[in-house]
């Protein structure tokens, strides 16, 4: 038997995904995570699910993971010294930036912290005008000095980033070179490698975030290695990026910039396949785990991809999908603010101490402690038996933040939730009602350890009918793993406007990128028949700040591309912004290239209806808090496992797995499709038709 295993290293527990190739079956796994050494979390993960299924390292296909090792070390600044070489005057850009305050009208704003001091950045001589032509020549003396000087300040990371260096790498390649001759042990992030795009900023924001996280990720990996060449496995592991797709441990290592995002990614990619096999090609995702919550729109059965992003307050200039993220997840402390009022995250428990009720010495009540407050969550045990609850533990801490409100316990805990649902529906508003899609037009898919405990909730907030669970929700971004495909991608800035003129720059332009991917594909060893290509073009009106992303008609460049990129324009435009000027000329702003290597994924077999009647699956019965019925309600608990193919459950009712738990509302109905999906809808109002 041949396993192919995709595991996911959260902040608070590391999940494994299971599939065996030949019989399709699949099993998932849950560890705590090991914030210490997120390695030996991710090792025992795979050991023991492998265990469970009696199955070792031997038996390994396919390992791939994602982490947040980047995410994390950029959040808590523990990256590495670095420093910064820019062309002569540029010095203060990293500070400078774009002179935008974060909140307009908070004066007391706080900018996050350069990551490379003043005194660690220096200047040379040189300059490249608008069009890539060499106005001023490298000083390469004056930079070996400045690269000297730095050397003695024990730099263990080096950024490059000159003006225009992404029109002509000559500089920068020198530079390098220079670089690597005086501290051969520093880790060198050049910008031409890293985002070679326009605008300065974010190009030198991007590359100094890709050395500062450079040792870090390389360290991480190294150690993970060692760990799984210990264990036996004999295959070589992927790493999630932060566009989807996966790549090699060495091609990730020198590139973390493009891993920032790589935890939550895999879920939208396997909510794209869950939700394209449900009959749904229109959802907003909806994963919640313990520190944070993500949602994405996928229309027409995919997620958009954004070039640029803030992440934490750092500009990175990375294709990544289009993803927001606040911070409220199971593990998000409520507490009062100076005027009394309840609020809830961004801080959260994390793994350890986690919640109150895990009895782990935390005495402030979060979400989940109020779900065991209120019984939605099972208030004995969680996690399939394999940990206890202390909700004795936890009512005394809801009492304590009780006490401070003035309110009842029971109306505390379901203020937690009322509040931290509003944090949740703000969120998709932003992805959906900001970005002109109205939230009634999708489903929303819910998963991640807490998102089908809240979904229902939310999506009567948003006044969305249906709701979509997955067979395992816990787990859905390690199962996104054993879904996605090795992808890497390629861009470069070439400002014109669409006209006949810009023809021959855009097929040349292309035909660069299209050499960068074969160099790729050939890197990776992936043949000719798993090798995709797509194209597409950034685009806006002449005179805006900010592109659109439209697809490229595949074959030649021809007038007929440039008729259908113009189209995709102003469609794109007419959805996000309402309208077209039609008299003004359109800009080519950077020209993108997606390279897939297809990989064997992953598939799920369709069952069989086996009656509507869900008795069978019922294990308990359970007094849960729900305000919908005025009070505690006697509420049937079923077990997920037990559920067949055409069963449907009427609310109120709970469904409980090892990796989750799922809330139905009454007034709402529940069937498990042929996928074993399960899908929750709101049932009329009794008088309308």
Known sequence: MAWRIGVDSGGTFTDVCLFEEETGRVEVWKVSSTPDDPSRGITQGAVEGLGEVGAGAGDVSFLGHGTTVATN?????????????VSDGFRDLLELGRQKRPNLYDMFAEKPQPLVPRDLRREVPERLRHDGTVAVPLDEEALRREVRALAAQDVRALAICFLYGFLNT?????????????????????SHDVAPEFREFERLSTTVVNAYLGPVMQRYIRRLKERLDEIGLTVPPQLTQSNGGVIGFDAAAMNPVRTVLSGPSTGVVAAQALGRMAGFDNVITFDVGGTSSDVALLQGGACALTGEADVHGYPIKAPML?????????????FVDNGGLLKVGPRSAGASPGPVCYGLGNGEPTVTDANVVLQTLNPVEILGGRMRVRRDLALEAMDRLAAKLGLGRMETAQGIL??????????????????????????????????????????????????????????????????????????ISRLMPLDGAALEPLEAGFADLEAQAE????????????????????????????????????GPVTAESFAALRAGFEAA?????????GGETVQ?????????????????????????DPSAAR?????????EAGGFVETPVHARALLRCGNEIAGPAIVEQMDTTTVILPGMVARVDSYLNLILETLPAEGNT
Not at 170 to 190: G, K
Request: glycine share 8%.
């Open 170 to 190: 000559e500089h920068e390649a020198t530079a390098r070179r220079i670089v690597a001759e005086e501290m051969p042990e520093v880790f060198v992030s050049a």
């Open 573 to 581: 435009h007419c959805q996000r912004f309402g309208f077209i000027a």
């Open 619 to 627: 294990i308990a019965l359970r007094d849960v808090w729900m305000p």
């Open 322 to 334: 289009d993803i927001h993220t606040v911070g409220a997840g199971g593990g998000s402390i409520a």
């Open 73 to 85: 070390a950029l959040i808590e600044l523990r990256g590495v010294n670095t420093g910064l070489i």
């Open 588 to 612: 080519i702003v950077t020209l993108r290239l997606e390279a897939a290597g297809v990989v064997r994924k992953a598939a799920f077999r369709a069952h069989e209806p086996e009656g509507a």
């Open 519 to 554: 160099a790729w594909f050939a890197s990776e060893r992936i043949a000719a028949e798993r090798q995709v290509l797509t194209r597409n073009v950034d685009m806006r009106y002449m005179g805006q700040n900010y592109e659109l992303s439209v697809p490229m008609p595949a």
């Open 418 to 491: 009322s509040v931290v649902t509003a944090n949740m529906a703000k969120a998709i508003r932003v992805i959906s009602v900001q970005r002109g899609h109205d939230p009634r037009d999708y489903a929303l898919m819910a998963f991640g350890g807490a998102g089908p405990l809240h979904a229902a909730r939310l999506a009567r907030e948003l006044d969305m009918s249906r709701i979509i669970v997955p067979p395992a929700p816990g787990i859905l971004c390690a199962m996104g793993l054993l879904l996605t495909d090795l992808r890497a991608d390629f861009a």
